[in-house]
């Protein structure tokens, strides 16, 4: 089976990486091929990059509040390139009034700070399958 | 290495093999006169005020003077941060601090497209000398101390706040509060940089240059490791990064030509207070003595304010979680506890919905209440150093020291902080010990009560505080309508000066100054200066 391709994205000018990095980590260690951006990445940047790498998954990190600009912006973009089949998953600090805005324009899973990287895993494992069989 | 004979039997069996810190440090069963055998209490310990001031700087510790009880707030536009501090004067605080929002600590103006969403959230915007007269409208700058947490734009902050005060009749020789100042821990941790290592290290040595001239009782710099911390560090590597940054910043200022106890005593510390309840005060402990002895032996500093490390601790926010919030005001209050038994000299405790969001007001309320019911409650303030003399606090403190001078020298091989971190050694090793607590986290080896233990299905939701778009909206009024009322000549002719200045050697503060004065915003003086410098980019470390 092809390896899931993972790309972890940290938009916005927050510079908090540690969430990022971890996930990055327990990602790969979890047999996923895994491309961290870095930080401080467009909409634009991170969708040219989930085009280039021929990405399954995109994962955002936000911790500072921007989500409610930066994931309708991302899905706008991800659409007009037909990335809509890639499954978009945002970690970080996200107020829960905030996260059925996002469910709704498309945004599949919000882990909020304390989530097992287990459930994180196996939430990509299951979601992300219809994609990479293509 | 203990007295303490091993148990007979194996009939009391221990809950684990091995027992740690949560910095994976190893930990005996128990402590003994033979692990402190090594200890020299007058030469080593010493009582408190006494060098190397393990004990605390102050001899009367507490019973003297409190801790500064220092809450950070921002949020919004600057009319409604001026208001909270407004209700925080009135309610008898005698210190601000400042938390800023992303757009200016990155010095980006609010239109630029990488501030989107991000006006006002993380703290209050301050584009131009307009929103900081806004700020402290009101607020007499003579009369209180400001601290302001910012970094890569810190000497725009900081000649901001410096016109206030002038425009107010206040006299810069008399004005005190702290910028933080500390560029090298965002190279290590927080990642708030702009220019490169080099240049931005110029700007601070120009800032201790111009305020041992122009505002004497300034704290130029307060060298952080609770950033670090918060990446993910261990607590040593908290300890040994931040004092190797304040080494670093303090040959820098030799080298410009400084006398170093014109400039040291005004340096300040900030520590992270994390979970980890005695390690947090050897920390401290250990902290007080590492300085004291690097200014008097390395740098042959001859004034005792040289040595006295002061610091400002604040409870983990990264310990904090978003299930069971309430929870968080158990962690918070033992980590304020640790810090006072550790001799902080100001402390801010964090909001059971920091995991969430920014605090509510009942919930900044709460955090202040923890530590005055520490203070005043708890007996702990009425003793100095309640825990000196314990074999298992002094054998951690005496680690924790080692233990520090064992990274300075690895660091010293490599040419210096600036040179380790172009090398991305503290980052990698920050990375390292991250993904090892949480593997320990995910495999149960640690337990984090609500998360990984004791787990609550359907927890009702708190209140939060919820900031919207308005704030944004404001600030790009004001930056649209600032921009037509002052004199555009006069703001090019103050750019082109400082892009000049920081093309030779000058000092940047006075052209950085009358670019402030002349309204020029934060996103155009770092533009200049991004112009001539270029930006840095890290490679990352994952």
Not at chain 1, 64 to 77: D, F, V, W
Not at chain 1, 105 to 124: A, H, R, S, W, Y
Not at chain 2, 109 to 130: F, Q, Y
Not at chain 2, 225 to 232: K, L, M, S
Request: aromatic share 8%; net charge negative.
């Amino acid at each position: 089976m092809k390896k899931l391709r993972v790309v972890i994205a940290k938009p916005g000018l927050d510079g908090h990486d540690r969430g990022a990095k971890v996930i990055a980590r327990a990602l790969r260690d979890a047999g996923m091929e895994v491309i961290y951006t870095g930080l401080r990445q467009t909409p634009e940047q991170i969708v040219s990059a989930a085009l280039q790498e021929d990405a399954d998954v995109i994962g955002l990190s936000i911790l500072s509040g921007a989500h409610n600009h930066i994931a309708p912006r991302l899905m706008e973009l991800m659409k007009e390139k037909s990335l809509d089949d890639v499954l978009v998953v945002i970690g970080g600090i996200i107020p829960d009034v905030d996260i059925p805005k996002l469910k709704a324009i498309g945004v599949k899973g919000v882990f909020l700070p304390g989530t097992p990287m287990q459930e994180i895993i196996d939430f990509i494992n299951v979601n992300a399958r219809e994609r990479s069989v293509r | 290495m203990t007295t303490v004979a091993e148990p007979a039997s194996k009939a009391l069996p221990e809950r684990a093999e091995s027992f740690t810190t949560i910095s994976g440090r190893r930990i005996e069963r128990v402590y003994a006169p033979d692990d402190v055998a090594g200890l020299d209490y007058s030469r080593d310990v010493a009582d408190p005020g006494r060098f190397p001031y393990v004990r605390g700087i102050h001899e009367t510790g507490y019973r003297g003077k409190l801790w500064t009880m220092r809450q950070f707030a921002g949020f919004g536009t600057p009319e409604e941060t001026n208001g909270r501090y407004k209700t925080l004067l009135g309610a008898g605080g005698t210190g601000l601090s400042v938390a800023f929002d992303l757009p200016t600590l990155m010095g980006r103006d609010p239109d630029h497209v990488l501030s989107l969403g991000e006006v006002g959230k993380c703290g209050v915007n301050v584009t131009s000398l307009a929103d900081m007269e806004t700020l402290f409208d009101g607020i007499a700058l003579g009369d209180i101390t400001t601290s302001m947490t910012i970094n890569s734009p810190a000497a725009m902050i900081f000649a901001m706040y410096l016109v206030v005060a002038e425009k107010q009749g206040a006299d810069w020789k008399k004005l005190s509060g702290t910028i933080q100042n500390d560029i090298l821990k965002e190279f290590i941790a927080q990642k708030e940089y702009i220019f490169p290592p080099r240049p931005s290290m110029r700007i601070i040595t120009d800032i201790f240059g111009f305020c041992s001239r122009e505002a004497p009782k300034w704290n130029t710099i307060s060298v952080s490791g609770y950033h670090i911390r918060e990446a993910g560090s261990t607590a040593l590597q908290e300890l040994a990064f931040t004092l190797r940054d304040g080494v670093e910043y303090v040959q820098w200022g030799v080298d410009a030509g400084l006398d170093v106890d014109d400039f040291v005593p005004r340096i300040s510390f900030f520590f992270n207070a994390h979970s980890d309840f005695f390690e947090e005060i050897a920390k401290y402990r250990a902290a007080r003595s590492i300085w004291a002895h690097v200014m008097r032996d390395r740098f042959g500093a001859k004034s005792d304010r040289s040595w006295k490390l002061r610091f400002h601790s604040q409870t983990a926010g990264v310990s904090l979680t978003a299930q069971q919030p309430y929870n968080n005001v158990v962690r918070t209050a033992l980590q304020a506890l640790s810090a006072v038994l550790g001799g902080t000299n100001s402390l801010h405790t964090n909001s059971l919905d920091e995991a969430l969001a920014l605090p509510t007001a009942e919930a900044a309320t709460l955090a202040l209440r923890t530590q005055q019911i520490i203070a005043h409650e708890s007996g702990v303030a009425n003793v100095v150093d309640p825990l000196g003399g314990s074999y298992f606090v002094e054998s951690l403190t005496k680690d924790m020291e080692d233990g520090a001078f064992a990274y300075f020298d690895t660091i010293d091989k490599m040419g210096g902080m600036v040179a380790a971190i172009e090398r991305g050694f503290p980052q990698k090793e920050i990375a390292e010990a991250s993904y090892r607590f949480q593997q320990a986290v995910e495999q149960k080896e640690k337990t984090i009560v609500g998360v990984n233990a004791y787990v609550q299905e359907d927890e009702p939701p708190i209140e939060i505080l919820y900031i919207d778009e308005r704030a944004s909206e404001k600030q790009l009024a004001k930056l649209e309508r600032l921009k037509k009322t002052r004199k555009t000549d006069q703001v090019h002719r103050t750019l082109d000066r400082l892009r000049s200045a920081a093309r030779a050697s000058e000092n940047l503060m006075p052209p950085i100054l009358d670019a402030v004065r002349a309204y020029a915003t934060i996103g155009e003086m770092c533009d200049a200066l991004r112009e001539v410098w270029g930006e840095y980019e890290e490679v990352p470390v994952i």
